[in-house]
């Protein structure tokens, strides 16, 4: 379930021209697309931490997979603005459940120290994996084919989700607590959906820009809402738990603070627009980057979180990010693409082992019930 969330990711970076040229679309409109499925994911994160507990994991999985089904169908057939901003809703709405879900369940399923640098080693790779086996496969489609058959092979995916979702556990690990109340994570999710589409909508030559003004609006009644809710709930479902432990708050925002780094899509847009590699040329580029990566959590991050204690694998991940950061600080335009591979690969492999060991630390800290919580802030 979390590749399959990761293959649109892939996808996009590929149909920018393709879309906007079909559909007589200028970039920004493709961007404001773009932030739509953002925004509907922000809007789902704290909700889908909260599903399980009154789905379970199976039906939750089935939902899911229908939305990112019916996203990716609508984004095929889409002939104007307004079909293919319906289909990325549906699909944001998907993406942004799928990665907190597949994470809650790993961890509240995976008890033991070795099972889980295992899975958590895992779950990092199969990002690379997808890297590596999808880049190539939509540039070829789209450089000989038509754009339409990329998101048609999504919704493919899901159709396989809707099959396989019988292998997901039926019961939450948090069935025993009761059913909590949704109000707080919806609200919390539009707060924040409003409040980030509020500072990306800033034009510093109008600060008082009418987009920007209705959405901050937006977002402070949304959050003055919140706090009623929180505070006449007698067991809200938003937990603020994560947030009130120090080490858990410390290692949310090292994660925030590496995920600005993670480079990828832009070195892609590098190797088209500097190098001038078609796209499936670049996509053959980046399978050794990918192939990297893959190594940094399969072998660098599983080592890590067997040999040392939460804590320490935590200080261990964070200097292999920075490491990593000092290779990618030495690629310059005017180098062989070889010479670019090899120091963005250095730099793929530790930023992988530190997102898989961060991932594991992270969750560490949740009980069962409360994973579905602490994957949703991570």
């Not at 994991?57 to 089935?62: D, F, I, T």
């Not at 556990?169 to 948090?174: C, N, R």
Request: glycine share 10%.
């Amino acid at each position: 379930m979390v590749a399959a969330a990761l293959v649109p990711a892939v996808g996009n970076a590929y149909l920018v021209d393709a879309i906007c040229g079909d559909l007589n679309l200028t970039t920004d409109d493709f961007t404001n697309v773009q932030t739509l499925k953002s925004l509907s994911a922000l809007v789902m994160v704290f909700i889908a931490g909260q599903i399980p507990s009154w789905l379970g994991y199976r039906k939750s999985v089935l939902i899911v997979a229908m939305f990112f089904t019916l996203g990716s169908l609508a984004i095929a057939a889409a002939v104007n603005i307004v079909v293919l901003s319906v289909g990325y809703a549906l699909l944001g709405a998907a993406l942004g459940s799928m990665a907190v879900i597949g994470v809650s369940a790993i961890n509240a399923y995976v008890v033991d120290k070795g099972q889980r640098a295992s899975a958590f080693a895992i779950l990092g790779a199969v990002g690379p994996c997808v890297f590596i086996i999808f880049p190539l496969l939509t540039g070829f489609v789209v450089d000989n084919g038509n754009w339409r058959i990329v998101p048609l092979i999504w919704a493919a995916i899901g159709f396989a989700l809707l099959l396989c979702q019988k292998l997901a556990p039926t019961l939450s690990a948090a069935d025993e607590l009761g059913r909590p109340e949704l109000a707080t994570g919806f609200l919390a999710g539009i707060m924040l959906a409003l409040a980030l589409g509020a500072l990306g909508s800033i034009d510093w030559s109008d600060l008082l820009s009418p987009k920007m003004t209705i959405q901050a609006l937006g977002a402070v009644v949304a959050g003055v809402l919140l706090v009623i809710t929180y505070r006449r709930s007698p067991s809200p479902g938003l937990s603020l738990a994560p947030l009130k432990d120090t080490e858990t708050r410390l290692l949310l925002v090292v994660a925030a603070l590496v995920a600005i780094t993670t480079s990828f899509f832009w070195i892609t847009v590098g190797f088209q627009y500097v190098y001038h590699l078609s796209l499936t040329e670049t996509s053959r580029v980046m399978v050794p980057v990918n192939a990297m990566a893959v190594l940094g959590t399969v072998v660098l991050a599983r080592h890590v979180m067997r040999r040392y204690s939460t804590y320490v694998a935590g200080l261990v991940a964070l200097g292999l990010q920075g490491i990593g950061l000092c290779f990618l600080l030495l690629v310059q335009p005017d180098q062989p693409v070889w010479v670019v591979c090899v120091l963005v690969g250095v730099f793929g492999l530790c930023n992988a082992a530190f997102g898989a060991t961060i991932a594991s630390v992270i969750m560490s800290g949740a009980t069962p019930s409360g994973s579905g919580s602490r994957s949703a802030y991570k």
